[in-house]
């Protein structure tokens, strides 16, 4: 079942899309430009493999979290493919994205799967929304990648070390200047599913920029074919610096190949880290 065949169950989730406040406050929000309706759509019906497959590994690292009832913040949720997965695992979660196309697949999904109990879904653009307080962070499919320069890279960090509560938990995964390595001379890609196709084209404008030019085609309901276009810009960063930066905010580190089981992109990495109690100020 896709999120579009999902009937939300009530209207319980912040993001019912017949609250005009929030239809508004969307609109405000709707700064970041990425993933808007179509290319929402297709990431979801496409790529949940990247989400489904880092859930087992990161359930395991946050079970001390489970265990006590803690509060689980999730980044750049997308349409909530890894908050099902949270929540389904019996976390508390606020899931947050910064596309309103995003947040409402999400909204449907979990109402769809009666898992919109424990869950509060909110707008947040990294790196200057107020990032809420929590005891675990987590992160995949890279939003981190998605900040426009690396000052604004190292505050997202900073805010989001900030809001770990000790003893809390992190687990965001990143891309490397390694992933823009293992893609150079590769022109892109494409996908097919039997009601979506994108494709990618890839530039390289210099070690740290990774860009992609995404079309999109969804099938209406009348058999015709939209087509939309979105360009995304991910900042590539050298890995090894995240644990530096964020041992400054009392979060010691490691960068692993995968958070479980699972193989990562190659060039892609987790960031796995805590927060211990007496650490919370800056040194
Ligand atoms: C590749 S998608 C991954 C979505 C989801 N986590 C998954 O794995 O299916 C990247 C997500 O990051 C979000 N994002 C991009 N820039 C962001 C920002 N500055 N702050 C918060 N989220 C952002 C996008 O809207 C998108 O949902």
Redesign the pocket.
Same mark, same amino acid.
């Given at each position: 079942m896709t999120a579009r065949d999902c009937k939300p169950r009530s209207s319980t989730t912040s993001l019912s899309p017949n609250n005009e406040e929030m239809k508004e406050e969307m609109k405000r929000v709707d700064r970041?430009g990425? /993933?808007g309706r179509d290319l929402?759509l297709v990431?979801?019906l496409g790529?949940?493999f990247?989400?489904e497959a880092?859930a087992p590994g990161i359930l395991r690292i946050l079970e001390p979290v489970r265990a006590r009832g803690g509060m689980v913040l999730?980044?750049?949720?997308?349409?909530g493919?890894?908050t099902k997965e949270l929540l389904r695992a019996g976390h508390r979660v606020i899931a947050?994205?910064?596309?309103p196309s995003?947040l409402e697949l999400a909204a449907e999904l979990l109402a769809a799967e009666l898992l919109d109990g424990d869950v509060e879904l909110r707008h947040?653009?990294?790196?200057d929304?107020p990032v809420p307080k929590a005891d675990a962070i987590v992160?995949?499919?890279?939003?981190i990648n /998605?900040?426009p320069d690396p000052d604004a890279l190292d505050r997202?960090l900073a805010a989001i070390a900030d809001a770990l509560r000790p003893p809390g938990l992190l687990a965001i995964d990143i891309c490397d200047l390694e992933y823009g390595r293992a893609r150079r001379g590769i022109p892109g890609v494409a996908r097919v599913g039997e009601t979506w196709a994108v494709i990618a084209r890839y530039e390289m404008p210099s070690p740290d920029r990774f860009i992609r030019d995404i079309t999109t085609f969804l099938r209406e309901e009348s058999g015709s074919w939209r087509r939309s276009d979105e360009f995304h810009e991910n900042l590539l960063v050298k890995v090894d610096r995240v644990p530096e930066l964020l041992a400054r905010r009392g979060v010691r580190a490691r960068i692993e190949s995968s958070f479980g089981d699972e193989t990562l992109d190659e060039g892609l990495y987790a960031v796995i880290g805590e927060k211990l109690a007496g650490q919370e100020l800056s040194p």
């Open positions: 970041n990425y /993933y929402a990431h979801h790529f949940a990247h989400a880092c999730e980044l750049g949720c997308g349409s493919l890894l947050t994205d910064a596309s995003m947040l653009t990294l790196p929304d992160a995949v499919g890279h939003p /998605y900040l997202a």
